[in-house]
């Protein structure tokens, strides 16, 4: 037990928490388990870090974080490990990669059974399913995701501001009101870019290629996070790193499932459900039509983020492209987005349309009433049009 606290105590006091996540402040910390979703890269190790340094320091051993690649836990149960913890008064276990744990959800369910006065706050992958899949937790853990960094959070790293975040009806409603607020500070021209290139994951902060960090964590996410989790036989990976490229060469664009069948040798149901394993992954997003859902075939599938997009095929990012990517990204944490009846057209909750557009394309966009515009190349705004780079403060 002593190496663990001398191992927690090093990692708190060197976590460096660059900008402080929002996350942080919508849990209920309340409650008993918590379990915090992400995909790879996101900063999920950093956030647990983060609580046991704000709220414990790093000698106070009421708190312990452990991680699940420890081969420790490899020959002891995780229910073992916590009864030795409780005993010597520890109160908050922060459980990281909790999957690498053999029967983990077992585990975690003696936890919370046999100590009472115990919380436990455990990270895992965006592929598992907490609720639906885990019936002995599903009805006592709470879950929340973690994201990569917003513009938002990326723009306040990179000038040292505090921008808050904005709910979309603020943003639709007064957004030049908030643009005035936030352009006498910086220009968010200077910093948008960059941000689409390698803001979306917080490890572009490390020394090293960030496009060669982010392939490597792109074949993490297919290798473990998909069939580890999943339990898919190893010799299919190919199959399931090939339909990514496959999704990514293509663009936005509603797939045609026979022919990707036929390219990876396989059926279109298989197909079907590699793209939701690489949407669960957080690698691509399936847009439906309306009413629409999983297992019919998405209207659009597109990358998750643009810093995807440049990693995986960076001699083919098209601007409009990479600009409704950033759109449907920042909208999907807290609101439903649908495809349009057109090309850059989406439909927000099931009732607001939005296009997102050039605003240097004069004459080529018609202008309506019924549309909010999200225009990329400006800064500013008007009426129902809105300078793209602002939804990126709706977290």
């Not at 396989?266 to 459900?273: E, F």
């Not at 492209?321 to 495809?339: A, G, I, P, S």
């Not at 349009?340 to 557009?357: A, E, H, M, P, S």
């Amino acid at each position: 037990m002593e190496v663990f606290f001398r191992t927690h105590a090093y990692l708190v006091e060197h976590n460096k928490a660059t900008v402080k996540r929002v996350l942080m402040d919508e849990i209920d910390w309340s409650e008993r388990l918590i379990g915090i979703k992400g995909t790879r890269g996101v900063g999920k190790t950093s956030f647990l870090l983060e609580y046991a340094k704000e709220n414990y320091g790093k000698e106070d051993r009421k708190c312990l974080y452990v991680n699940m690649n420890n081969f420790y836990f490899q020959g002891r149960g995780l229910a073992d490990f916590a009864e030795d913890f409780v005993n010597q008064g520890g109160r908050v276990l922060l459980i990281d990669q909790v999957f690498k744990q053999p029967n983990w959800s077992r585990e975690l369910r003696l936890c919370y059974d046999r100590f009472p006065q115990l919380k436990i706050i455990f990270t895992g992958s965006s592929v598992m399913r907490l609720k639906e899949e885990n019936p002995e937790i599903g009805g006592i853990v709470k879950s929340y995701n973690l994201r990569g960094f917003s513009f938002r959070e990326y723009l306040n790293l990179m000038t040292g501001e505090n921008f808050q975040p904005y709910t979309l009806d603020e943003i639709v409603n007064n957004h030049e009101h908030i643009v005035k607020k936030i352009l006498p500070s910086c220009s968010p021209a200077r910093y948008f870019g960059d941000y689409l290139h390698h803001g979306f994951y917080p490890f572009f902060l490390e020394n090293s290629n960030f496009s060669e960090n982010l392939l490597k964590t792109m074949n993490m996410m297919t290798e473990v996070d998909i069939l580890l989790i999943k339990q898919i036989e190893l010799k299919y990976l190919t199959k399931i790193k090939k339909l990514f490229y496959l999704l990514a060469v293509d663009g936005p664009q509603a797939p045609n499932v026979s022919q990707l069948a036929q390219q990876i040798d396989t059926s279109r149901a298989t197909v079907m459900n590699y793209i939701k394993y690489l949407a669960d992954a957080r690698l691509i997003n399936m847009i439906y039509s309306p009413g629409q859902r999983f297992p019919k075939k998405p209207a659009k599938v597109m990358m998750h983020n643009p810093n995807l997009m440049y990693a995986i095929y960076p001699i083919k990012v098209d601007e409009q492209d990479l600009m409704e990517t950033f759109f449907v990204n920042t909208m999907w944490k807290d609101h439903l987005v649908n495809q349009g009846t057109k090309n850059q057209f989406y439909l927000i909750d099931g009732k607001q349309k939005y296009r997102v557009c050039d605003a240097r394309a004069t004459g080529k966009v018609r202008y309506t009433g019924d549309t909010i515009y999200a225009r990329y190349n400006t800064e500013v705004g008007r009426d129902n049009q809105i300078p793209l780079w602002l939804f990126g403060f709706l977290y």
